[in-house]
Each structure stands twice: as structure tokens, then as C-alpha cells.
């Protein structure tokens, strides 16, 4: 059974930084995409970072680039986020996610879409206030 797991979210000021964990189990994803997610109250599920299977390159939403540093460990199949220069938009539960189809995928850039994903965690709180 597949579980993705997500650690490190937090209440923080504007301007701090955190660091979020994902780490999957009962499969290896060496081969596989993973993303980040996040969902503001009230709002849809959006794109925030995302990392090819053999980790290069990456893609980030307009708003989190040069902000946010995305990478991942195979060897603990984990994937994590870097934030810094966090600001209250920021604010949401970001989700960790897998893509299935990415294993076959030619694609240069990494999945970024939401119906991409396959497996997700349960989601880590960040919420950003001064």
C-alpha cells in the first residue's frame, strides 16, 4: 500500500522560512515525478513545484520561483520544499503527490497538473502571520 507522509508545515512569520518533508513507502518512485500542491481555504487545489523522475529539471509556479527550492532523495524516497521569503498568500495545507504516468512520460518538464497525480499525502498546515 502506497503512503505519502508530509512533515515540517508550521506557523511562522513573514519573511521565515520552513522546510517540508514527503516521504513515500510501500513502492519506490526513483522513476516517478513528484510535486508539490497547495490548497488555500476557499480555493482549488494548485501547482506549486514538481521534479523530474531523474531530478532535473524542476518547475515552480510563477509566484513560489526563486522562493522555493524543490528536491529529492531517492535513496529515502522522499521529495522536499525549501521556502523562504514566506508571505501570508502562502498560507495553505501543501500536499505531496506521485505521478503514475510520468513513468512512461518522454516529457522534458516534470508533470505539473493536478490530474497527473496519483498518490497523495495527507497534507502539512503552513500558515504564514505576522
Known amino acids: 500500500q502506497v503512503q505519502l507522509v508530509e512533515s515540517g508545515g508550521g506557523l511562522v512569520e513573514p519573511g521565515d522560512s520552513l522546510r517540508l518533508s514527503c516521504v513515500a513507502s510501500?513502492?519506490?518512485?526513483?522513476?516517478?515525478?513528484m510535486g508539490w500542491f497547495r490548497q488555500a481555504p476557499g480555493k482549488e487545489r494548485e501547482f506549486v513545484a514538481a521534479i523530474r523522475r531523474g531530478g532535473h529539471p524542476t518547475l515552480y509556479e510563477d509566484s513560489v520561483k526563486g522562493r522555493f527550492t524543490i528536491s529529492r532523495d531517492v535513496a529515502k524516497n522522499a521529495v522536499y520544499l525549501q521556502m523562504s521569503s514566506l508571505n501570508t498568500e502562502d498560507t495553505a495545507v501543501y500536499y505531496c503527490?506521485?505521478?503514475?504516468?510520468?513513468?512512461?512520460?518522454?516529457?522534458?518538464?516534470?508533470?505539473?497538473?493536478?490530474?497527473?497525480?496519483?498518490?497523495w499525502g495527507q497534507g502539512t498546515q503552513v500558515t504564514v502571520s505576522p
Open positions: 503527490g506521485v505521478s503514475e504516468k510520468s513513468y512512461y512520460s518522454g516529457d522534458y518538464y516534470p508533470a505539473s497538473y493536478l490530474a497527473d497525480y496519483d498518490y
Open positions: 510501500g513502492r519506490a518512485f526513483s522513476s516517478h515525478d
